[in-house]
């Protein structure tokens, strides 16, 4: 069964479909209608909910969007719907604020607005604008206009941060201890099975009793299957609970991240690396996807425009590979096979990724084209590593998502730049050499020829950065 808290309230669930969506269970049987269905596919935020989860003497909240959610994903979590916020008949600050600013029109998107700033409220974040802008990067409106809506972001975030949960959050993280310290998640209905192992052994011991389970870490994709393809997941294995696989640390001259840790985690970490990881990381999607998705799950999708694999070829990460037989570290650039396809075998997972850190002086740029800023998919995206002797290219390693079947190497690249100088002209005949490292497709996203001329045009961005001009020249 699946056990969490609702708006402080616990409630247990015997046996929700697999694939059962937070959305369709808030709405459908509990009918808190408050969360909105928008987009499906977790970009407009109308659906968005708030989860909590014990962090030291308190609670971690972070905002989520239930629809693409399965419901044994909140085991041992608080779920906040905004139906929760109010005490009795005074509303929220967040609600108070968002009506003394008139921030809501035909009020379909309010909720969602309403329940990221209530994440931001409770985890103490400033009212500086640009957080503001992030934290509601995942919501859209088509008829207030956001200017209101940061108007009372600002309100909210400037006062007194106490609410209803003030006084519970310590009751709240005792009893999510409580759920956590049971049995673990185990569901098995008719319409197929949710399991959360909580070790590394049992992980590998459910995939081998079962190989065609689809592993499930935020689900962040894996939800499109569900509400866009329509297409049942019959046995589901969370990696969520599995402590050793939600682990951080730097070991031997690397950053080794657990597959199942998200991306909110992993973000200070890889932004301290280089500030374009940073930006890299806060486009690939809103807080509401990097609450939950995990960059263990991004590689495994395999997806030839996924925005880390280019970056993390670049920096010469390995995986470790772990199943039942035991453990096996590939190379990234090893992992893609083809389209969507990697070197995993049935019963194996992603257990950790291994980042070696750049040297002082060693210069790391990743740079993402879409057609928005935010939370768009990219049509290209470049990752470039240099180390120099000198005024000389020791070793450069670059690889482009979007321009290929899989996240790729560009090798043709990489032997123009090794040995030559740090000059334009070095830059200019390597960004010659990708059209012989690469033949890009037409599809929606993007031309073959546009592909392939952003991709050239970012070795002059590459280049004001080889050479600390890139700041004075944006």
């Known amino acids: 069964m699946v056990r969490f808290l609702l708006n402080g309230l616990e409630e247990v669930c015997a046996a929700p479909p697999p694939d059962q969506t937070v959305l369709q269970w808030l709405r459908v049987q509990r009918r808190l209608t408050g969360s909105k269905e928008g987009c499906a596919e977790g970009d407009c935020g109308a659906c968005t909910v708030v989860l909590a989860e014990p962090e030291g003497d308190g609670l971690r909240w972070r905002p989520a969007n239930a629809c693409i959610l399965m419901m044994g994903q909140l085991h041992g ?3 906040v719907t905004v139906e929760g916020l109010a005490d009795g008949e005074s509303l ?17 998107c309010t909720p969602g607005f309403v329940m990221s700033l209530f994440a931001a409220f409770r985890s103490g974040e400033s009212a500086r604008t640009s957080e503001i802008h992030d934290c509601v990067a995942g919501n859209l409106c088509r008829c207030t206009g956001y200017r209101p809506i940061v108007d009372a972001a600002a309100d909210a975030l400037s006062g007194s941060r106490d609410d209803r949960f003030s006084p519970l959050a310590t009751d709240i993280a005792t009893r999510l201890r409580e759920i956590a310290a049971g049995p673990a998640l185990s569901v098995e209905t008719d319409a197929g099975r949710f399991l959360a192992p909580r070790s590394r052994s049992h992980l590998a011991a459910a995939l081998a009793a079962d190989p065609g389970a689809r592993l499930i870490a935020g689900g962040t994709d894996l939800g499109l299957d569900v509400t866009k393809r329509r297409q049942p997941q019959r046995s589901l294995v969370s990696v969520n609970a599995v402590a050793e696989l939600k682990t951080m640390e730097e070991r031997d001259g690397a950053l080794v991240i ?3 840790v998200p991306y909110a985690d992993a973000l200070p970490r890889l932004a301290a690396i280089d500030p374009s990881i ?6 690939l999607g809103s807080r509401q996807i990097r609450a939950l998705g995990t960059i263990g799950g991004n590689i495994a999708n395999a997806s030839p425009i996924g925005d880390t694999p280019p970056l993390l070829l670049a920096l010469g990460a390995s995986v470790t590979i772990g199943s039942a037989a035991g453990e096996r570290a590939v190379s990234l650039d090893a992992f893609f096979t083809g389209y969507r396809r990697t070197v995993l075998r049935p019963g194996e997972f ?12 060693d210069l790391v740029q990743v740079d993402k084209i879409s057609r928005r800023f935010d939370q768009d998919i990219s049509a290209v995206c470049g990752a470039l590593f240099l180390r120099r002797e ?3 290219i020791a070793l450069a390693r670059v690889a482009f998502g979007g321009m290929a079947a899989t ?5 043709g690249v990489e032997a123009a730049l090794t040995g030559a100088p740090v000059s334009r002209q070095t830059f200019e005949n390597a960004a010659q050499a990708l059209a012989r490292d690469f033949k890009p497709i037409d599809d929606f996203r993007a031309s073959a020829a546009y592909r392939l001329r952003a991709a050239e045009n970012l070795f002059e961005r590459w280049f004001l950065a080889a050479t600390g001009a890139l700041e004075a020249a944006e």
Do not use: E, K, Y
Request: with cysteine; glycine share 10%; aromatic share 2%.
């Open 77 to 79: 979590r608080l779920l």
């Open 92 to 108: 929220h600050p967040v609600q108070a604020a968002m009506v003394a600013h008139h921030a809501s029109q035909c009020g379909f």
């Open 258 to 260: 657990g597959a199942a």
């Open 278 to 283: 940073g930006v890299l990381l806060r486009r």
């Open 350 to 361: 992603i257990d950790r990724i291994s980042i070696p850190l750049p040297r002082p002086g």
């Open 390 to 392: 000198g005024d000389r």
């Open 407 to 411: 996240p790729a190497r560009a090798t």
